[in-house]
Every structure is written in structure tokens, then in C-alpha cells.
């Protein structure tokens, strides 16, 4: 059975061809011609079955023939909020893992221990598609610039805001245990991770006086991107179809 091949195309129905990257790696990689079966994603719960119009150097025209509407497959809007590590690899690692996984909105801050204070966003984007694609996501994870942490804590948001840390003096709660007995699995979920060093304490007596909940993420200690895995995890496994 040939392999669909899928591409990423904002605003898919309102267009007739691919944008550059896509087509690139259409004509040039996968060596599409015309007449060859397409299936576009726009990022926000459509698909569409297309055919391929017309391949020329970094070009590739299409025609739709089906449009197909997704179902979301889990309750709510699932934010993850962490601290970037100092090596990028690890952002990028936690950034595709997630979207596999399956979150709504991806945000990094910048705290007092946190090791890196610049984050190329562009770069994430792009590896937040390319996971998009690849595990066949309907919806793209929205991917928000680095933020200071008390600019980002003071916003307003809606639905339970928790913030994970490891400090035995803070009482703190089991974040799955909090997950699975919400009553309205459609309340929207954001959750901070800290940097390697944690948060400082005054950030998390901080975050607490806005609202967000004392939380762990169990008994183990986590690397940052490894904690961040663990609550997309958390999130999903409670807020399933």
C-alpha cells in the first residue's frame, strides 16, 4: 500500500499551490507528478485529499477533490509552559514529542535559574510541523515566544493553571490525581515547568498568589523537557476521547 503523503498547508481551501518548503520537498524528494493522490492538513482540523495539477522546479499546483473534517481527539486546551534548556536539543526534542503526543499550545519562559535566555521560535516552528505531518495531527500546536515568567504569570487565563516544582516546603498536590478527578474534562489545562534549577521559590509563591496550583510530578526528580513530556502525558491520558 503506497504511503499517503501529507503537507502542510495554511488556509489549504482558499489555495491551488503548495508553499515553497512544501513543494521542494514534493518535487524534489518525493518526486510527485502529476495526477499523484496529496493529502493537505491546514493546521486547524481539516484535511484534504488532493491531486497533484502541475510540478515545476520549486512549484507544485493541486486540486481538491475531498474535503475532511477531523475530530479533535481529546477534551480542552492543553498548554505546556517550560523553561528552555541550555542545550537547544533538548527544546527541540520535547517540542516534537509533544506534538506527536498531542498539546494545543507550546510557551517557553525565562526564569531566575533558567541556563538559556534567547530561543529561535522559527526553528521550533518548523519542527513542530514536521511532527505535525508525521503523526498525522489535524490541529497545529500554537508556538509562543520566550516570555519573561512574571510577565507570562500575571496573564489572564482560562481554566486550572498548575505549577510543578520540587520544593518540600510548598505543600503540593499529585498533577495526574488533580487531572483524573476533574469533573469538566473540557476545562482548558496550562502547566509550568521549571528550569533545570527549578523555579526560585519566590517565582512559585508568585505564581501561586495568580492562581496556579502547587503541583509534582511524581516522586522522581525530572529533567526539564523529561518533566514537560510527563505532563503532556498526564494531560492526555486524562482528557481522551
Known sequence: MKEERFFYVPDAA?????PQDEAIHATRVLRLHEGDNIF???????????????TSGKRCTYSIEEELPQQHPWHGHIHIVMAPTKMMER????????????INELSFIECRFSERRQL?????EKIVIAAMKQS???????????????EFVKQKRDG?????????????????????TQSDKDE???????????FSMEEVKQALQYGFQS???????????TAALSAVMMAQLTRQE
Not at 482558499?14 to 503548495?18: F, I, N, P, Q, T
Not at 481539516?46 to 502541475?54: G, H, I, L, N, P
Request: glycine share 6%; net charge neutral.
Open 120 to 124: 529561535r521560535t522559527d526553528r521550533i
Open 215 to 225: 503541583v509534582s510530578l511524581g516522586t522522581s526528580r525530572l529533567r526539564t523537557e
Open 136 to 150: 498525522h495531527k489535524a490541529w497545529k500546536p500554537a508556538v509562543n515566544e520566550l516570555c519573561p515568567f512574571e
Open 91 to 102: 527544546v527541540e526534542w520535547m517540542a516534537e514529542k509533544a506534538t506527536e503526543i498531542g
Open 188 to 198: 482548558d489545562i496550562t502547566i509550568l515547568i521549571g528550569p533545570e534549577g527549578d
Open 160 to 180: 486550572s493553571k498548575f505549577i510543578c516544582h520540587c520544593y518540600n516546603e510548598i505543600e503540593k498536590k499529585n498533577l495526574f490525581n488533580i487531572l483524573q
Open 40 to 54: 493537505l492538513m491546514d493546521g486547524k482540523g481539516t484535511f484534504y485529499k488532493a491531486v497533484v495539477t502541475m
Open 14 to 18: 482558499c489555495k491551488k499551490e503548495l
